[in-house]
């Protein structure tokens, strides 16, 4: 806890719970279901209501499904999927289910559409990553969790593959395509910024922080 609060007061503002591998905090997503079943550990647990009392966003991305229920039944404050998509368009495990989504939109939380493409296709053998497909996944956001709770995560410095959005100098792309299959510039602005800065700025209040 001495680490947690160590790294809040050296500016940390947000911390995601596993990698790859389990952790001190619980167990990482996996392809095998039994892992998938087990959660936080005891001290991940004491760790997320620090961390709320903190003023440090969780988030829940790279986590096992039950690590994900963890969180959500008891952070008392918003959380974040940051890099992350939706199960219900590719299979990937890093990806949230329907259910999933209604809860983190529920507690006022934001996924951020990660552009990785076996992330983002449902044939896993698919390494290409486009627009079309990213836009695909905010409107199942959507549709499922409404308006505010999608973002961007982009995983820009970690994912292979081949991208039509290969950097940030290209985001108008993804822009114009939302824009293109209707969704207003109200909502465009908070798929940019607003969601994310909302959620920010309601964990740091907690703390009596100022953004």
């Known amino acids: 806890m001495e680490n947690l609060k160590k790294f809040h007061d050296w500016g940390v503002g ?39 009392e903190l003023g440090m966003l969780i988030d829940v991305s790279h986590l096992s499904d039950r690590g994900f229920y963890d969180v959500a039944e008891l952070t008392k404050k918003p959380f974040v999927a940051s890099h992350s998509n939706c199960r219900e368009l590719s299979p990937s495990t890093r990806n949230l289910t329907d259910d999933m989504i209604r809860i983190l939109a529920e507690k006022g939380g934001v996924a951020g559409i990660n552009f990785e493409p076996t992330f983002l296709n449902k044939d896993q053998n698919d390494h290409y990553s486009r627009v079309s497909r990213m836009c695909d996944h905010v409107e199942h956001f959507i549709k499922v969790g409404g308006a505010e709770c999608v973002g961007i995560g982009s995983d820009f ?55």
Request: hydrophobic share 40%; proline share 1%; aromatic share 8%.
């Open 157 to 211: 410095d970690g994912i292979d593959g081949k991208f039509e959005l290969s950097d940030c100098t290209k985001m108008e792309l993804f822009f114009e395509e939302l824009h293109r299959r209707g969704i207003s510039d109200s909502v465009i602005e908070k798929i940019a910024f607003g969601n994310v800065a909302r959620v920010i700025r309601e964990s740091m209040r907690a703390a009596k922080c100022v953004i």
């Open 14 to 52: 947000l911390i995601t719970l596993t990698w790859n591998d389990p952790n001190c905090f619980g167990q990482n997503h996996s392809s095998d279901r039994n892992l998938m079943q087990l959660g936080l550990t005891d001290f991940g647990k004491e760790a997320v209501s620090y961390m709320n």
